[in-house]
């Protein structure tokens, strides 16, 4: 690669940047464009780059903003979906994480499932989010809104206040004006306390589903704190195939506290560590039935 195209490939990076993030006003660019062509005048191929756009990254300051290689933009992510059980009269829903890619059978697979467990009239419901990493957040959501109620769950909120909310409209869930999955049948509410569980892997799009019940009645949280990504990524392609995921937002509840880069506490902190018993899930479950 020519040094022109290297120079041109560190610049529209940086551009995306500097365009986006939301630690953009707070960074001397000029002195950060300076270094980062430094560090790459060298270069031959895009992926010698890399090392200096993170270095990049890294000064900005936000962990959840971050550079995705083309082998790994390429590999095709595992395939997940929703599955649940009754344990006594508690539903207990497993939320992995999910790709936007899967979305449709995920969706498919969690609403067969919430319907399964709704029809066995459950007294609480225990919706697990303990290792979901993130993805696609609006095909977990759809699988959860009949435990969400109607109206507003969350928002986005920018740096400037901007504020777009999401939530459960006509038993949809919708973003701005934007309703998603609207062919799909999703099931009646069902109106039952709820426990939810965290771990430190529960990050991002995970975390939004969290979110989405902190606020709401007869909603208990248990296990371990989260991740700390309460934030929104935006996704920009690179001529190479790589991408960046760029933080624009934080995360916001129905209450309008807002989230950010710190881990979520749950209200009951629970640990597994040394247990052969699930004490997280065993704490939940003993919540719901002395309700």
Do not use: C
């Not at 095709?76 to 539903?91: D, E, F, N, Y």
């Not at 701005?176 to 039952?192: C, E, L, Q, Y």
Request: proline share 6%; aromatic share 6%; hydrophobic share 40%.
């Amino acid at each position: 690669m020519r040094a022109d195209r290297v120079r041109a490939y560190v610049d529209k990076a940086l551009d995306l940047l500097e365009r986006h993030s939301m630690e953009s006003t707070k960074a001397d660019w000029p002195a950060l464009r300076a270094e980062a062509h430094l560090a790459t005048a060298g270069a031959s191929a895009p992926e010698d780059t890399y090392a200096a756009i993170r270095q990049v990254i890294a000064t900005l300051g936000n962990p959840h903003t971050h550079l995705i290689t083309s082998h790994r933009a390429g590999a095709s992510p595992k395939v997940t979906v929703p599955t649940g059980r009754m344990i006594g009269s508690t539903a207990h829903l497993l939320l992995p994480r999910t790709a936007s890619r899967n979305r449709s059978a995920y969706v498919t697979a969690g609403l067969k499932v919430m319907r399964g467990l709704i029809t066995r009239r459950p007294s609480g419901w225990v919706v697990d989010l303990r290792g979901n990493g993130g993805g696609d957040m609006y095909p977990m959501l759809t699988v959860a809104s009949p435990l969400l109620g109607e109206g507003k769950t969350g928002a986005f909120v920018t740096p400037d206040g901007t504020t777009t909310e999401w939530g459960i409209r006509a038993r949809h869930v919708y973003q701005g004006r934007r309703r998603t999955f609207v062919f799909r049948r999703i099931p009646k509410p069902a109106n039952r306390p709820v426990a939810v569980l965290t771990n430190g892997r529960t990050a991002s799009s995970g975390e939004a589903v969290l979110v989405s019940f902190l606020g709401a009645e007869n909603v208990h949280t248990f296990g371990e704190p989260t991740a700390g990504f309460a934030t929104a990524n935006q996704t920009f392609p690179l001529p190479d195939g790589a991408r960046l995921a760029i933080t624009t937002a934080h995360m916001a509840d129905r209450t309008g506290r807002t989230y950010g880069n710190a881990p979520i506490a749950p209200m009951t902190l629970v640990s597994n560590s040394g247990d052969i018993h699930d004490r997280v899930l065993d704490t939940a479950i003993a919540w719901l039935t002395g309700l």
